[in-house]
């Protein structure tokens, strides 16, 4: 079997795998919306004892975590906690509590939470509003990020399926490689600026809440972007082999 | 010594572009050697002076793993070291890759060569992030604080994806050597 073959049948698996996951994310994410606060609202009336626990990953290793905790008809929790490294956070505003054995976040003082078994994370609790703008970017972000994946894996094929067919140097194969390029510089572009939307939005609620700012850690995906140059330059190998190969036609 | 010289500035003159990636390219082959070097260095220390490892790399704090069971806490460095290591060696290869095309006659063995080991390598990475990510994910189900460490190896899907695109223009590299070298011939 040809290795273009088998690394076809990957990217199709890759293709079909993505799009299922794309279908039911989209479906979780519209019809959902992420406010499991508000869902739960409904269901809650002669309730004895629940748990859950959502969670949303947000950019600089934070997180916005939902807490329900009902035990023989007491709501012990039932909020919103956005879940920060304590290495974000100045120091000055840490200092440390005993802090009561439970399994979700206990006060430590004011609205600053800590869970018993996490050293490295404060739990902040707030409203669902400081979040909502958050996610909302995050929500434009995945469905951008999963057709961007979506489009690089269907050039994908269809190069690998010109090379399967033995068609390698031709002007198609160069401008899906050129594409796939731009998709992947797009990709690290947005995905930094993704993360520097949310990280003000946060800060700035932080900023009225509690009168502190993260400290900032914004990662930028060079993976991608050097990847993508890299693209660039095979790119551009290929549309020379194209015109080697015209040449090499008419010598014929 | 002088033909190296000449070499690079032939290139700058030829393809500036090229190597001003290439630049780049060489200032994160560096970081990423610097912070590979700077976790195996806090790692031996923490060995002998167990607080090191509150503080191993960008605040990575690992104390309670070390504390937990020693032996786990070094073979999770372990495989940390193994995957920025390989980073490292693959933008290493893009630099020789970057150094040694020549646009206008892109097709060479060694080139073709370089690609179809940066593909490897690529593989490589992809597999290990997902080996890790699933040994750090079962440690974590069992109680263990690993603080950032799935953050700081990355996303193993990118790698693979990388890794089969590349194999794919490593074996149409290696049938351009071919056509170009007839050209050549028939010239």
């Known amino acids: 079997m040809k290795i273009t073959k088998i690394l076809l049948w990957i990217a199709f698996i890759g293709l079909a795998l993505s799009m299922i996951a794309f279908g039911i994310f989209g479906v979780i994410l519209f019809k959902t919306g992420f406010n499991a606060q508000e869902e739960e609202k409904s269901s809650l009336e002669g309730v004895g004892s629940k748990s859950r626990t959502v969670t949303f990953k947000l950019p600089m290793n934070m997180e916005a975590e939902y807490y329900l905790r009902i035990k023989d008809g007491i709501v012990l929790v039932d909020a919103y906690f956005l879940k920060i490294e304590k290495k974000y956070i100045p120091k000055d505003f840490l200092t440390q509590s005993d802090i009561p054995e439970s399994d979700y976040p206990k006060v430590m003082k004011g609205n600053l939470y800590s869970m018993p078994e996490s050293e490295s994370y404060l739990f902040i609790k707030t409203p669902f509003s400081t979040i909502e703008s958050a996610l909302t970017i995050w929500k434009a972000y995945a469905m951008l990020a999963f057709s961007f994946l979506i489009i690089a894996i269907y050039l994908t094929i269809k190069f690998l399926r010109n090379c399967n067919k033995d068609l390698f140097f031709i002007a198609q194969n160069s401008s899906y490689l050129r594409t796939i390029s731009y998709l992947a510089i797009g990709y690290s572009l947005m995905d930094y600026a993704v993360q520097w939307l949310i990280y003000r939005e946060i800060n700035s609620k932080l900023e009225d809440s509690f009168g502190f700012s993260l400290n900032s850690n914004l990662e930028f995906n060079w993976n991608y972007l050097i990847f993508s140059l890299f693209l660039v330059m095979i790119a551009q190998a290929f549309t020379e082999g194209t015109k080697l190969k015209e040449e090499q036609s008419l010598t014929i | ?187």
């Open chain 2, 1 to 187: 010594m002088n033909t190296l010289k000449s070499q690079w500035k032939e290139k700058w003159v030829n393809q500036p572009s090229l190597m001003l990636i290439t630049v780049v390219i060489w200032a994160i082959f560096i970081g990423l050697c610097i912070q590979a070097g700077a976790l195996l260095f806090t790692f031996i220390y923490s060995l002998f002076r167990p607080i090191v490892a509150q503080d191993l790399f960008e605040g990575l704090n690992l104390s309670a793993l070390l504390e937990a069971n020693p032996w786990y806490y070094g073979g999770v460095i372990s495989i940390v070291l193994y995957i920025m290591g390989q980073k490292a060696y693959l933008f290493y290869l893009m630099i020789r890759v970057f150094l040694k095309i020549n646009l206008v006659q892109p097709f060479s063995k060694e080139v073709s060569q370089l690609i179809s080991s940066i593909s490897y390598v690529a593989f490589q990475i992809g597999v290990a992030i997902m080996i890790a990510s699933g040994i750090f994910k079962g440690m974590g189900k069992r109680g263990y604080d690993l603080d950032g460490l799935p953050q700081l190896v990355g996303n193993g899907f990118e790698f693979l994806l990388m890794a089969a695109l590349l194999i794919a223009i490593g074996i149409i590299f290696k049938r351009g050597v071919e056509i170009q070298a007839e050209n050549e011939l028939t010239v």
